[in-house]
């Protein structure tokens, strides 16, 4: 059994394989899962966790060279936007819109489903080397 880090084991898993440049999704409860692309859904009941456990976890595992999120999170979320911009203060952040954003869901190596209920609380963390 692990001592620290992610226990979950599907989640440990994927964030060992990932390469440079691999993506992965941390979503909210409603974002659509692409046909072939992995989900470990982790919501249990609305809320929990929450969009911001996970990140904080997965942030603590994972080289992230790049974080991605939807344009119109700024003003559908603000709360969440400050919470991604104030996590990932020295990291490359792009905005592109909601629809773009899903379309790039497609490449992802898994997508992380949360209980998260609030409007397009969803990320994509672009994994980076620590080299």
């Given at each position: 059994m692990k001592r620290t880090g992610i226990l979950n084991s599907h989640i440990s898993k994927i964030l060992s394989d990932l390469g440079h440049t691999d993506m992965i999704v941390i979503a909210d409860a409603g974002l659509p899962v692409p046909d072939g692309v992995v989900k470990v859904d982790l919501a249990l009941k609305r809320g929990t966790p929450s969009f911001k456990e996970?990140?904080?976890?997965?942030?603590?595992?994972?080289i992230i060279?790049?974080?991605?999120?939807?344009?119109?999170?700024?003003?559908r979320n603000p709360k969440t936007f400050e919470y991604l911009n104030k996590t990932f203060l020295n990291?490359?952040?792009?905005?592109?819109?909601?629809?773009?954003?899903?379309?790039?869901?497609?490449q992802a190596k898994v997508i992380i489903r949360t209980g998260e209920v609030t409007p397009f609380a969803n990320c994509?963390?672009?994994?980076?080397?620590?080299f």
């Amino acid at each position: 059994m692990k001592r620290t880090g992610i226990l979950n084991s599907h989640i440990s898993k994927i964030l060992s394989d990932l390469g440079h440049t691999d993506m992965i999704v941390i979503a909210d409860a409603g974002l659509p899962v692409p046909d072939g692309v992995v989900k470990v859904d982790l919501a249990l009941k609305r809320g929990t966790p929450s969009f911001k456990e996970v990140v904080d976890v997965i942030r603590e595992d994972m080289i992230i060279e790049k974080v991605i999120m939807a344009s119109e999170l700024v003003e559908r979320n603000p709360k969440t936007f400050e919470y991604l911009n104030k996590t990932f203060l020295n990291t490359n952040v792009e905005r592109v819109t909601h629809e773009q954003f899903k379309t790039l869901t497609q490449q992802a190596k898994v997508i992380i489903r949360t209980g998260e209920v609030t409007p397009f609380a969803n990320c994509i963390l672009q994994s980076g080397v620590f080299f």
